[in-house]
Nanobody
Framework: QVQLVESGGGLVQPGGSLRLSCAAS????????VGWFRQAPGKEREGVAC????????YYAASVKSRFTISRDNAKNTVYLQMNSLSPEDTAVYYCAAGPLITTIRSMCVAAQGINEWGQGTQVTVSS
């Protein structure tokens, strides 16, 4: 019953915007650290943005800072990733993850190996 589901991905033109949603069921996302991660073909998974459960501090990868915004809607048990000014380099499968092992290293979002919950991912393609 514990589940994370991403939605909102799709095809968008360069310069366009998308809002990804990460909806949780079976547990309270409010009480979890939550991160967005992405993986492009042939590349390693990278942290995009994350938000802390206790202090609500947000962190962003340098490549997306000022363009992406992570936010919570506690009433809907959902975390969002607003993505603006998208470029082809943003093309990837985007995953959300929640749990105590979502953390930061030098302000970069990371997911340590462990019992974090992961969604199945949503494809974001930026192309003209």
């Amino acid at each position: 019953q514990v589940q994370l589901v991403e939605s909102g991905g799709g095809l968008v033109q360069p310069g366009g915007s998308l809002r990804l949603s990460c909806a949780a069921s079976g547990f309270g996302l409010t009480y979890s650290n939550v991160g967005w991660f992405r993986q492009a073909p042939g590349k390693e998974r990278e942290g995009v943005a994350c938000v802390g459960a206790t202090d609500s501090n947000t962190y962003y990868a340098a490549s997306v800072k000022s363009r992406f915004t992570i936010s919570r809607d506690n009433a809907k048990n959902t975390v969002y990733l607003q993505m603006n000014s998208l470029s082809p380099e943003d093309t990837a499968v985007y995953y959300c993850a929640a749990g105590p092992l979502i953390t930061t290293i030098r302000s970069m979002c990371v997911a340590a190996q462990g019992i974090n919950e992961w969604g199945q991912g949503t494809q974001v393609t930026v192309s003209s």
